[in-house]
C-alpha cells in the first residue's frame, strides 16, 4: 500500500529550526544558566569558550594570577611524577643491593642476609712479595710460601723479640675443623706472625666514621685474645695504602718492620670496593707479606688492612655497631693469616650470615693455632 497520500511527519528538532527557536540552554541540573552574553544558536558554547568570556572580562592582573596558578599546578604536578619515579628507582636499587651494605646480621662486610640479594664481599689482599700463584680448587688449598727478601729489606735482626710467646691464645671451649690458612710452608706449618715480638699497628683516620677508633679497639682485642699476639698501637699516619705495601719503611718508620696499617678509603681510592657489575660492595681488604727460609718457617712480618669507609658508616646507621666491627675482625683475620672458609657459621665465610659477627668455634680454633708459631729472632 502506498503512503504517498499520507502526511510527513516533521522531527521536532525540524519544528524548532523553522520556528527559529533560541531557547537558552538550561543550568547543570537545573542549576540557573550563567550569565553570559546572548547564546547565538549557530555556535556550540563549550567549557573553553565560557573561560574566555570570563577570561576577557576579568581585570589583568586576575588573569595573571589565574595563569600562574595553573603553571605552578603543572609544576606541582611535574614535581609530584618525577619525585615518585625516583622513591620507585630508589626501592628497586635497595632491593638490588647497590644501596644497601647488607649487614653481617644481613650481609656483614662480606655478605647479605639470608633470602636478600647484593652480597658484601670480602676480599684478601695478596702477600706482597709472595710468587704469583694460581687459584687453588679448593679453599683449603696449600699455598706457596713468598720467597726470602734481599737482605737490602731487612731491618736489624731481633728487634723487640722475647724469649718466649708475649701471650697465649684463650681456650678454645668447642674446637672445630673449620678453618683455613692463607699461606702454608713445605713444612705444613701455616705462615704466621712471630708470637714472640708485638705487632705493631698505624691507623689513617681519613673517611673513617665516629666509631672508628672503638670499633678498631675492639676488633683488635679479639684477634689479640684468640691468638695471644700482643699488638701495640702505634697512633695515626698519613699513610696511603698501595696494592703493594712496603714491609719496611726506615724512613717513615725507622729501623723495623713497618706496622700493620689500617686506612680507611673511599671506592674512589678502591676500586674493588664496589661492584656494580654482580651488585656487591666490598667492605674490607686485608693481608700481610711474609718471609720464608727454603720455603719453610713461613713469617708475616707487616700487613695492610683497608676498610670501606663510606659502605661501614651506612652499616652501621642501618644495623648497629656488631656487624661493622665484625667487618673488621673478619679482614683481621686475613692479617694475621686466616684464609676463607665455605662455611656459613664462621666469620670467615667468604659473605655474611646473620648474627655470626664475631669468631667462631672454627675461627677461633684456627686462631689459637695462628698463635702458637715460633719465635723467629733472626726475622
Not at 576577557?56 to 595563569?67: D, K
Not at 636499587?93 to 658484601?120: E, H, Q, R
Not at 705493631?200 to 672508628?212: C, K, L, S
Request: aromatic fraction near 6%; charged fraction near 20%.
Amino acid at each position: 500500500m502506498s503512503d504517498a497520500g499520507e502526511p510527513k511527519r516533521i522531527p521536532l528538532w525540524k519544528l524548532e529550526e523553522l520556528a527559529g527557536s533560541q531557547a537558552r540552554p538550561e543550568g547543570w541540573r537545573g542549576n540557573p544558566a550563567p550569565l553570559l552574553p546572548d547564546w547565538d544558536s549557530s555556535q556550540v558554547h563549550t567549557s573553553s569558550a565560557v573561560r574566555d568570556v570570563w577570561a576577557r572580562r576579568a581585570p589583568w592582573p586576575v588573569r595573571l594570577l589565574r595563569a600562574l596558578g595553573r603553571m605552578l599546578g603543572r609544576l606541582f604536578k611535574a614535581v609530584a611524577v618525577l619525585t615518585a619515579v625516583a622513591l620507585v628507582c630508589g626501592f628497586l636499587l635497595y632491593l638490588k643491593g647497590d644501596l644497601k651494605p647488607s649487614s653481617f646480621l644481613g650481609g656483614p662486610a662480606g655478605g647479605p642476609a639470608a633470602g636478600t640479594s647484593g652480597p658484601l664481599v670480602y676480599r684478601t689482599v695478596p702477600s706482597p712479595g709472595a710468587k704469583p700463584r694460581t687459584p687453588a680448587a679448593a679453599p683449603a688449598a696449600v699455598t706457596p710460601a713468598p720467597t726470602p727478601r734481599a737482605a737490602a729489606d731487612h731491618p736489624t735482626p731481633g728487634r723487640e723479640e722475647a724469649a718466649a710467646p708475649l701471650g697465649r691464645p684463650a681456650p678454645v671451649t668447642v674446637k672445630s675443623g673449620s678453618y683455613a690458612f692463607t699461606a702454608t710452608g713445605k713444612d705444613k706449618r701455616p705462615a704466621a706472625y712471630d708470637p714472640c715480638r708485638p705487632i705493631h699497628y698505624v691507623t689513617r683516620a681519613a673517611n673513617q666514621p665516629a666509631e672508628g677508633p672503638r670499633l678498631i679497639k675492639e676488633a683488635i682485642a679479639a684477634v689479640s685474645r684468640a691468638t695471644g699476639l700482643v699488638f701495640i698501637n702505634d697512633g695515626a699516619t698519613t699513610e696511603a695504602p698501595a696494592a703493594k705495601h712496603k714491609s719496611y719503611q726506615p724512613a717513615r718508620y725507622g729501623d723495623r718492620w713497618a706496622p700493620v696499617l689500617i686506612a680507611w678509603e673511599t671506592t674512589a681510592e678502591e676500586p674493588r670496593f664496589t661492584n656494580y657489575a654482580v651488585g656487591t660492595n666490598v667492605m674490607g681488604l686485608g693481608g700481610s707479606a711474609a718471609l720464608s727460609r727454603d720455603g719453610t718457617e713461613v713469617t708475616y712480618v707487616s700487613g695492610q688492612l683497608e676498610l670501606n669507609g663510606p659502605a661501614i658508616q651506612s652499616l652501621i646507621f642501618r644495623d648497629g655497631l656488631a656487624p661493622a666491627r665484625g667487618v673488621i675482625e673478619h679482614e683481621l683475620g686475613h692479617v694475621v693469616g686466616l684464609g676463607h672458609v665455605q662455611d656459613p657459621a664462621q666469620l670467615m665465610n667468604p659473605t655474611a650470615v646473620p648474627g655470626v659477627t664475631t669468631y667462631q668455634a672454627g675461627d677461633l680454633t684456627g686462631l689459637s693455632i695462628l698463635g702458637q708459631g715460633a719465635c723467629r729472632p733472626e726475622v
